[in-house]
């Protein structure tokens, strides 16, 4: 395959120009990153990645938590704990009390913006209904996603009309074949029902869509490859293609060994991946899970993501509880006041910011402004205010001075009034944001 495909340094320093003009690649471009195999040019891409995701959103990281409402599940995907064969697994689905609970401690530790992950089980649309809406009634959490099993365009409906902001769904794997090995049976061993979903969630009116392939199932070449080409394939057809590309890698699980798939990304490849989601999608939210180890994680946002989860527990009730059943192991475990410390240690801007939901900044819009290099200033100050807001609710001695001058120092070399706005949160305002 590399054969026919140029990876000449020449054609790969075209490839980058293109990109830090903030324009998509196309698929041809795509490949040559894909089979670049030069250490040295793969250096020179890193530090594009790094510029791009600099010229779009800035020094900001976006941080949020994962809250798992559900283990009980109908499907059976070899390599999830939570699967129906796994007799191990000690079952829990929250009741909309123990959603709430769990939100609001969440929301105590500073988080305003949480992924909710659910297994796929009876309680289905009328439970999903009634848990955002009582998270949003009863906590300080200001933005609900959600990754849930694919649906129909009505229950799509239902949930933006509740006010969900990007519904999430991972392809797994694009290879027809692993695909059908992997998933023998429930809704999930349908193929085609999943690799429409993302057309239905439109269709309902979602403009904020993440997609992603669960690393190590496949070949990442090919997965990574298509993945990109459905991105593509949406954004001719929607003007508007993937809000956030996730990058889930497969870890052990409860009686599963992640490495009997013979698919196992290195370290190396899996920074290459982050790097080419950034390229070929220049706008794109891309997203690191606690999946990853920390030293890991500090690298990848110098090679172009933008979002991590900080502090997740990946089973119902964790917060609270500690972890029972676990999707899968976890190998980054600070807390989010431990990410926080570390992002300012390293230069840039942790945000816990929910603006561009709240202001209707999605979609097609959302697209153009960060194509045309403007979202970083949203970005900046939002992140600024967000965090202004953790120090006066959250922050504590250290910490709590640490952030304090770096908010003056921003504040003072900022023009739009960044001190003003700071003053109003001190005296107890909320929410504040451009
Ligand atoms: N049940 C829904 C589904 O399968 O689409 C959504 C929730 S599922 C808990 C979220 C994602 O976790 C899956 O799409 C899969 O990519 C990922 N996952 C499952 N097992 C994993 C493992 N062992 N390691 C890493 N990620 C895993
Ligand atoms: Fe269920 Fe999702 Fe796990 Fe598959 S990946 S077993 S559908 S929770």
């Not at 949480?114 to 009876?122: I, Q, W």
């Not at 990853?292 to 110098?302: C, G, H, I, K, P």
């Not at 600070?334 to 816990?352: A, H, T, Y």
């Amino acid at each position: 395959m590399n054969n026919k495909i140029n990876t000449d340094p020449s054609r790969i320093r075209d490839i980058l120009a293109k990109s830090s003009q903030l324009e998509v690649l196309n698929l041809s471009e795509v490949s040559s990153l894909i089979a670049l195999r030069d250490r040295d040019v793969w250096d020179q891409v890193f530090e594009t990645a790094h510029r791009v995701k600099q010229m779009v959103y800035g020094k900001r990281v976006v941080l949020f938590a994962p809250l798992y409402l559900s283990n009980e599940c109908v499907n059976d995907c070899i390599y999830c704990g939570f699967r129906k064969s796994n007799r191990d697994a000690v079952r829990k689905s929250l009741s909309k009390e123990e959603a709430v609970t769990e939100a609001s401690l969440l929301a105590e530790r500073g988080y305003r913006r949480l992924l909710l992950v659910a297994s796929e089980h009876s309680a289905g649309i009328d439970y999903l209904e009634k848990v955002v809406d009582s998270i949003y009634k009863e906590t300080k959490i200001r933005i609900l996603h959600l990754n849930a099993a694919p649906m129909g365009v009505e229950e799509f409906r239902r949930l933006k009309e509740c006010g969900v902001g990007v519904y999430q769904c991972f392809q797994e794997t694009y290879h027809i074949p692993t695909y059908r090995f992997l998933h023998k049976s429930g809704p999930k061993a349908d193929y085609q029902l999943r690799l429409g979903v993302m057309d239905r969630a439109v269709e309902a009116g979602f403009e904020d869509i993440g997609m992603g392939v669960l690393l190590g199932l496949y070949d990442w070449r090919w997965d990574v490859g298509a993945l990109i080409a459905h991105s593509l394939r949406l954004m001719k057809k929607y003007g508007f293609g993937p809000h956030t590309l996730s990058v889930p890698r497969l870890q052990p699980s409860q009686g599963f060994d992640a490495v009997s798939t013979g698919y196992a990304v290195s370290d190396d490849d899996f920074r290459k991946i982050v790097a080419i989601f950034r390229l070929a999608l220049p706008y794109v939210g891309v997203v690191v899970s606690t999946r990853e180890s920390a030293d890991l994680r500090d690298e990848l946002f110098f090679t172009g993501a933008s979002q991590m989860s900080a502090g997740s527990k990946t089973s119902p009730w964790g917060y609270i509880n500690g972890d029972d059943t676990e999707q899968f192991e976890t190998g980054d475990k600070r807390s989010l006041n431990e990410v926080i410390d570390k992002i300012i240690s390293l230069g840039l801007i942790p945000s816990l910011c929910t603006a561009c939901y709240r202001e209707g900044r999605s979609g097609e819009r959302f697209r153009h402004i960060t194509e045309e290099g403007t979202m970083k200033r949203f970005c900046r100050e939002n992140a600024l205010l967000s965090l202004k807001e953790y120090v006066e609710d959250q922050a504590v001695g250290d910490r709590r001075d640490a952030l304090l001058r770096m908010l003056e120092h921003e504040g003072a070399v900022s023009t739009n009034g960044l001190i003003e706005k700071f003053r109003q949160i001190e005296q107890g305002k909320r929410d504040v944001h451009i």
